[in-house]
């Protein structure tokens, strides 16, 4: 079936850490990529996002993700984390030529350690 | 900068009894989409609605849903008899429509709570 998938359910780092999260998707045809957070009790918040051009693409909070289209992902990097980036994070597909219909993944909690 | 907006923030039901959940989408855009969130679980695509019709519903969206743009600028889902497993945080999100311009934006959400 085609789908959203993130690999790691949650994920544990301490401060100053490297991360990355991957996010793969299956669908054919194009696509735009996003990425999104939720702070704890918060709603989603667009973190960045891909439509066409630079395949790395530079978001909020130091954030960046990088498309690379024969892998079909689109995985999540920041270079030192900070305990605020204590979040879940979405990756989500938009499909322009399906209805521009959009699935998520199932998330990443990500907990950074002080 | 403009938002989409929702209300209530949070609904507390009775299982069985209807409840409607009101988005203010974007002014100037076409399409209009929910969502619900399930407790510690994804983000799940539930209905697309463009030009005052439903574009796309998937199979969480039977028979007990339903959605209506009553006027021009209220958008709203109704779940005419709600059960517990109802119980989620329900996302609105509109777009412009504009070619080549893709982005969803969301509102903050609407946490419905069945008893």
């Known amino acids: 079936a085609q789908s959203v998938s993130q690999h790691n359910h949650h994920v544990i780092l301490s401060e100053a850490a490297s991360l990355e999260l991957g996010c793969n998707y299956s669908y054919g045809g194009t696509v735009n990529l996003f990425w999104y957070v939720q702070y704890p009790g918060q709603h989603l918040q667009l973190l960045l996002k891909y439509f066409s051009g630079d395949p790395l693409v530079k978001g909020i909070k130091g954030f960046e993700a990088e498309f690379i289209k024969s892998k079909f992902s689109f995985n999540l990097r920041k270079p030192s984390v900070q305990w605020s980036d204590t979040a879940e994070y979405f990756c989500a597909v938009n499909r322009p030529d399906n209805n521009n219909d959009m699935r998520f993944g199932a998330g990443t909690r990500l907990t950074v350690k002080p | 900068e403009p938002e989409v907006t929702q209300t209530p923030s949070h609904q507390v039901t009775q299982m069985g009894q209807e409840v409607i959940l009101r988005c203010v989408p974007i002014?100037?855009?076409?399409?209009f989409y929910w969502y619900r969130q399930i407790l510690g679980q994804k983000v799940e695509f539930l209905v697309s609605f463009y030009n005052n019709e439903i574009s796309e519903k998937s199979e969480i969206f039977d028979d007990q849903f339903s959605v209506e743009r009553p006027d021009g600028s209220n958008f709203t889902l109704k779940i005419r008899s709600t059960k517990l497993e109802d119980s989620a945080m329900y996302f609105c999100?509109?777009?412009?429509?504009?070619?080549?311009?893709?982005?969803?934006?969301f509102g903050p959400g609407t946490r419905l709570t069945v008893l």
């Open positions: 999100a509109s777009r412009a429509g504009l070619a080549g311009y893709n982005e969803q934006f």
């Open positions: 002014s100037n855009h076409l399409y």
